[in-house]
């Protein structure tokens, strides 16, 4: 199963290694910075679990193995801080303002200060917004 964790709060940093346009950036997602997000995930971790656990299951899934047989709060943690990652491409990385407000693009996406460079993809957004099948938030 996969576990996806979308938290209202994330923040990160993108920064620049060095003047050298192909070294790679400095990226710190700041993932489980929070309380909020490492108890949020654990109890993800226990829904799986108690999903899995299911009846429908028992011919599909004998048992836990390896750090999924954990049960208390500190192992679990460990166990979801050993496999955080991103699985799609986070938002709100190159937030959009106006010339005279923070940010690293303009309306036009075009990057502030840099002449002809454009940023045209879900790094711009501000963040997601959950929509019901009415397309209401």
Known sequence: MLLIFLPPNLGGTIKLNSTDPFDKPLIDPQFLTTEFDVVAMRECVRAIKRFIAAPAWADYVLSPFGPLSAI??????EYVRGLVGTAFHPVGTAT???HSKPGVVDSNLLVKGADGLR?????VFVSFIKLDSSGKK
């Open 72 to 77: 208390s709060d500190t192992d679990i943690d």
């Open 96 to 98: 959009m303002s106006s």
């Open 119 to 123: 940023i045209v993809d879900a790094s």
